[in-house]
Structure formats: structure tokens, C-alpha cells
């Protein structure tokens, strides 16, 4: 699994320097910099509103005496998203963005939820309740 993660990190940088240089070359280097700038600017505003619209949903489903499954996965998924976007490129930038969008982010939350699903029925993910 690290070997894996490692390759893909290692391929991602070089696919998003490759970008980089090719972008430099046809537009302008500032047209580079300045579109890393505001995807990171854009992206730490969409985030915010994201996490605290799902926040506030949890928090409604918790006063209500449910647990919000759907905004838990939905806030892990804006977190990742968030992190990716502050990693400087267009690529990852993009998957960033598709994570903190409601519906490009729905069909990625059901696959993650069907992978913790079979993890909990392998026996391979636990989940503990405390009894108040």
C-alpha cells in the first residue's frame, strides 16, 4: 500500500512540474502563479464554506439524537479536498475541487462508504460505542 501511495505521489509531482513548465512556456509563468494563487485563495474560501455548512447539518442531526454518518463522510472528504487543493498544481487542484463540490463529491462519498462498509463486514475496520 506505501509503495503505491509513494509511486503515485512520486508520478503526480512530475505530471504536475511537467504542467507546470508547459503552461509557463505556451502562456506566461505569471499566468502560472497567479492561477496557483487564486485556486488556493478560491479553494480555502470553498472549503470553509463547505466544513461549516457541514458542520452545521451534523449539528442538527446530533440535536435531533442522530448520528450524522453522511456529514461525517462528507467532512472527511472536504478535508481531503482542502489539503489537496494547498498542494501547489492544476491537477491536484482539480481533484481538490471535485472533492468540495456537493455533486462531484456525492459519487466519491458512496465509493468510500461502500469501502468502510466492506471493511466493517471483514472485520478489518471496528467501530467502538461508548455508553454514556
Known amino acids: 500500500m506505501f509503495r503505491i501511495l509513494f509511486v503515485l505521489i512520486v508520478v503526480v509531482s512530475a505530471i504536475e512540474i511537467a504542467l507546470f513548465v508547459w503552461l509557463g512556456n505556451v502562456l506566461n509563468i505569471w499566468f502560472v502563479l497567479i492561477g496557483i494563487i487564486l485556486t488556493g485563495i478560491f479553494g480555502a474560501l470553498l472549503a470553509k464554506q463547505q466544513g461549516l455548512s457541514t458542520l452545521n447539518r451534523a449539528r442538527f442531526e446530533m ?64 467501530v467502538i460505542r461508548r455508553k454514556p
Open 63 to 126: 440535536a435531533g439524537g442522530r448520528v450524522p454518518r453522511e456529514e461525517i463522510f462528507d467532512g472527511i472528504l472536504i478535508l481531503v479536498g482542502a489539503i489537496v487543493l494547498f498542494t501547489p498544481g492544476f491537477l491536484t487542484d482539480l481533484f481538490g475541487f471535485l472533492l468540495l463540490l456537493p455533486p462531484t463529491r456525492r459519487p466519491v462519498k458512496k465509493y468510500v462508504q461502500g469501502i468502510v462498509l466492506a471493511m466493517v463486514k471483514k472485520g478489518t475496520f471496528t
